[in-house]
């Protein structure tokens, strides 16, 4: 991530002699007076896309570095930066990128009375059931149909890098899912990944003709219930900050706004 801060009291003009070089394919240095004062790097995803970054604490030198970066990779690129620093998110749309969208990140309890979900109730006709116990096929099935989903409307291009197409017979790896089980297939899913004492729910998501049912609401109740009785208190969930129904849902068990990111973009 670029440096939040600039240096204090450094003049405009320290670093606007800097010399840009491309070091590699992925590599960017600024250089003046025989010293580093500069990197950029350019980071590819799994999903394919190009992610931008820039170290620096010289004004000057990262707008050079990003002007260079720029206009040495011709396809689409995208940089995150920290939604309270509107500097560098102003620095990049002067270089030439556009707010793509902005991502909020929440921090919700997992002890079921503090979130209200000791009482969520399963809607009629589904199973909820914990991580680790979907069936791989059902659960792939489910999976694809989400993305075709996605993709038939804002497109995975505009959400966090979660669901990456997987190459056939791949394992999703049920141990990170619940799923919301109807009569005859998978209705929803939670994404869950759990380290030491934190979690990250990834990903809640339901067939678009089963939503407003109670189904996301449940998948929470049973996956933060699960992280609560493992030792874990509290755990983190990013939403895209136009989607008002995840942003509704979270809101509705008590998850906190604690941060997030703005996307900026070309391409």
């Known amino acids: ?16 002699r800097a010399l840009i070089t491309r070091v590699d394919g992925t ?7 025989d010293r580093v004062v500069g990197r950029g790097e350019a980071s590819h995803r799994p999903d ?9 604490w010289l004004g000057a030198v990262f707008d050079r570095l990003a002007a260079a970066m720029l206009a040495d990779l011709a396809g689409p690129v995208r940089t995150l930066v920290d939604e309270a620093d509107h500097d560098i998110t102003s620095r990049w749309e002067r270089a030439g990128l556009a707010v793509r969208r902005r991502e909020r ?4 309890a997992t002890d079921p009375p503090a979130t209200g979900l000791d009482t969520a109730p399963t809607p009629s006709g589904v199973t909820i059931l914990p991580l680790g116990d979907a069936d791989e096929r059902p659960l792939r099935e489910l ?6 989903e996605v993709d038939a409307g804002p497109g995975w ?6 669901m990456p197409p997987r190459p056939a017979g791949a394992p999703l790896g049920a141990s990170t899912y619940a799923v919301a089980a109807g009569a005859d297939r998978y209705e929803g899913l939670a994404r869950v990944v759990a380290r030491r004492r ?6 809640v998501a339901v067939r678009a003709g089963q939503r407003r049912r109670g189904i996301a609401r449940a998948l929470l109740a049973e996956v933060l219930g699960g992280l609560h009785r493992g030792g874990i208190e509290a755990a983190t969930a990013d939403v895209d900050a136009s989607n008002s129904a995840a ?18 973009g070309r391409g």
């Not at 939040?4 to 320290?14: K, R, V």
């Not at 590599?27 to 007076?33: I, L, P, T």
């Not at 291009?157 to 979660?162: A, G, H, K, Q």
């Open 1 to 16: 991530m670029e440096s939040a801060q600039f240096s204090a009291g450094a003049p405009a003009t320290i670093g606007s």
């Open 27 to 33: 590599r960017w240095h600024a250089v003046e007076d």
């Open 48 to 56: 394919g896309r190009v992610f931008l970054s820039i170290d620096t």
């Open 105 to 108: 990140q929440y921090l919700v």
């Open 143 to 148: 999976y694809e149909a989400i993305r075709a």
């Open 157 to 162: 291009d505009t959400m966090p890098v979660e």
């Open 198 to 203: 934190h979690a990250r729910i990834g990903l």
């Open 247 to 264: 942003t509704a849902l979270l809101g509705g068990i008590g998850a906190r706004h604690v941060g997030g990111v703005v996307e900026l």
